[in-house]
């Protein structure tokens, strides 16, 4: 999820999520490579597509996947920014 906490203690039913494929990718302005450690906890690598910005109903969310370290972290709210035209 990429919305603020407050947002999800609220208990609206939604989150605002990105999409993550883990196939390729052709834009590395627009999309963040994500390999996997013990520190984000995903098992394969994978790319967060910034510009797919969605709202979904809580209880579509799967499983949890795992948490962006800094580093990617930082790459995707750039991108964000951008496509969103934000300071």
């Known amino acids: ?4 906490d407050f947002i999800t203690q609220t208990g609206l039913g939604s989150a605002i999520v990105l999409a993550m494929t883990t196939g390729s990718h052709g834009d590395d302005a627009l999309h963040v490579s994500i390999e996997p450690s013990k520190l984000n ?8 597509k910034c510009e797919q910005i969605m709202t979904v109903a ?3 969310l799967e499983a949890y996947s795992g948490i962006l370290e800094q580093r990617y972290l930082e790459k995707v709210e750039h991108a964000l920014k951008m496509i ?3 300071r």
């Open 1 to 4: 999820m990429i919305q603020a």
């Open 41 to 48: 906890g995903l098992n394969q690598a994978g790319v967060v």
């Open 58 to 60: 809580v209880d579509r």
């Open 84 to 86: 969103l035209v934000l």
